[in-house]
């Protein structure tokens, strides 16, 4: 899906990045988690679906650190309530940004608010909506000639896709038995270098109870 690695040199972090992604609740059903919409005044990824997070600075001791500080920084949650903190593989952007995410859990009962600099909002999405994987559709980026694929979910008029959800899957896979893979009914959009067109991609959907997969594909 997405290029990772287990581990990361926190020794060398300049130009590194780092995300929380913060559950709040227990069980599959009452669990949510924590995302933004980054401010329209912001020079990148404005308007966007966000994990709280951001660049590593001289002043964090580790990418932890960084992922901490942002969410501090941005949403008000004081690093003290973030609790369990594990860290998950690392993924590298379409930019080629390397961002290592931090799964952890938060307090039910938190009072948050978004940094008007940087934030339009933040709210909380179910976790249940994401496991279940009830996408609306299947982007496909390529870059360098390799394929990347991420779902695209809708919430409460928020959406969330790109590397954000890619960064949720794997959480969802790991954390929640999710089994998500590209493989949806959902129909695929295809992008290919920033600024053209999205062109409509095969669907792949499971042909047999097998599990062998087919391609529903668009005409010409």
Partial sequence: MTKSTQSLDVANPVGRAAVLIAVAGEGLSNSRLLLTR????MTSHRGEVALPGGKW????????????????EEVGLAPSLVKNIRALPVQTTRLGTQVAPFFANVPEIVTLTPCPVELESLFWVPVEL??????SQTDIFTVAGKEYWAPVYHYEGYKIWGFTARLLVDAMNRFYGAGITRVHRAKEVAFGRPGQPAQPACTRVKASPRGDESELCPSA
């Fill in 38 to 41: 980054r401010s329209e005044r």
């Fill in 57 to 72: 600075e001289p002043g964090d001791a580790s990418l932890q650190a960084t992922a901490l500080r942002e969410a501090h």
């Fill in 130 to 135: 994401l496991q279940s994987d009830s996408r």
